[in-house]
């Protein structure tokens, strides 16, 4: 299947920082990207959906203004975790699919594990 | 608005035994796409099984196979001679053909193989 590398796997910040999240599809053009939060013991939760070229739409309850998501290439997406709290502390997930066909599936980064100290 | 439901939080299963994990979903749509994702302690999302609406032939692969009942809104994975490898967490999954193309997740089964 296809790769999507998310990264860093693993990043701990201080209170009030921001932090950038990179996934990026290796082998295929992802038109679009997902955000995914997954907290302990629990299935994902979107957060937002981000098209090539266009802003992202968030899902009720997410800040964008938190969570600034860009997705300026068929290859690339980011989430910035802006003014990081504790409460930020969780697992992150992304995916990536090419919505030319109609049977595309999903592929998922290996996940960011934020820790805010 | 369409659902998935999981209703079992966790399952357990001898080494070498079937195991089937349920899954039920709601949706209005007559068209739409199921899965199945594993996510091991890495928490990698593996897929593991996909089935399409309109194929009523149960989709398999390898030792994992599932069971869709589309009237009844049904999409069971059974895992048959269940390897130590094969305990993880399991979402069932849906998505529509059209729209925003977003996988709606269930609330997953952890599966536990005994050795």
């Known amino acids: 299947g296809a790769v999507v590398s998310q990264h860093p796997s693993r990043v701990i910040c201080k209170s009030g920082t921001s932090v950038k999240i990179e996934c990026r599809s290796l082998d295929f053009q992802a038109t679009t990207m997902f955000w995914y939060r997954q907290f302990p013991k629990q299935s994902l939760m979107l957060m937002a959906t981000s098209n090539e070229g266009s802003k992202a739409t968030y899902e009720q309850g997410v800040e964008k203004d938190k969570f600034l998501i860009n997705h300026a290439s068929l290859t690339l997406s980011t989430l910035t975790v802006t003014s990081a709290h504790p409460e930020d502390s969780s697992f992150y997930i992304c995916s990536a699919i090419w919505t030319g066909a109609m049977n595309t599936e999903a592929f998922f980064g290996q996940g960011t594990r934020l820790t805010v100290v | 608005a369409q659902t998935v439901t999981q209703s079992q939080p966790e399952m357990s299963v001898q080494e070498a035994e079937t195991v089937t994990l349920s899954c039920t979903y709601d949706?209005?749509?007559?068209?739409?796409?199921l899965f199945w994702y594993k996510q091991p302690p890495s928490r990698q999302m593996i897929l593991v099984i996909r089935?399409?609406?309109?194929?009523?032939q149960n989709a398999t692969e390898n030792r994992f196979s599932v069971n869709f009942q589309k009237a009844a809104k049904s999409f069971s994975l059974k895992i048959s001679d269940s390897q130590l490898g094969d305990a993880a967490m399991y979402f069932c999954a849906y998505k529509g053909v059209s729209g925003t193309y977003k996988y709606i997740f269930g609330t997953g089964t952890r599966l536990k193989v005994l050795a």
């Open positions: 949706t209005s749509e007559s068209d739409y796409y």
């Open positions: 089935q399409e609406a309109y194929k009523q």
